[in-house]
């Protein structure tokens, strides 16, 4: 019976083993597979609750309809604190029906997934991380 159990406890072993070293990166020689950085900062894509997708980068941002990719707004941003960022600039979408299109958002970093934004006029909006949980 010992010499049955014996063999099977190794090749278990041996699966098991390769099965980890799958698990295991290439270390310093870049073999295994990246792992995507923990985001940080306000830099990135954002998502509104209407569908709006917001890009902030290298101080400019823009937001696009996720529906159409019709460009909505543009303009710039500034981060005022290490969690506070502030944006202005022009809505297209009001600048095309000759509205007033300026627009100005204070947004506070809560946390690495979700900026609360208020408008110059008192709105509140949150925007959370694209393709975060």
Do not use: H
């Not at 997934?113 to 694209?130: A, F, I």
């Amino acid at each position: 019976m010992a010499n049955t159990i014996r063999p099977l406890i190794s090749g278990t072993v041996v699966l098991l083993a390769a099965a980890l070293a799958g698990c295991v990166s290439g270390g310093p020689s870049g073999g295994g597979r990246p792992v995507a950085a923990a985001p940080s900062g306000v830099e990135g894509t954002w998502m509104d609750s209407t569908g709006g997708v917001s890009t902030l980068s290298g101080g400019v941002f823009q937001t696009v309809a996720s529906d159409t990719g019709e460009k909505l707004s543009e303009g710039s941003y500034a981060q005022t604190s290490a969690n506070a960022v502030s944006i202005k600039g022009i809505s297209l979408a009001r600048q095309r029906r000759n509205l007033p299109a300026e627009v100005a958002f204070n947004c506070l970093l809560v946390d690495p997934n979700q900026l609360n934004c208020t408008t110059s006029s008192g709105q509140n909006l949150v925007l959370r991380r694209r393709g975060a949980a």
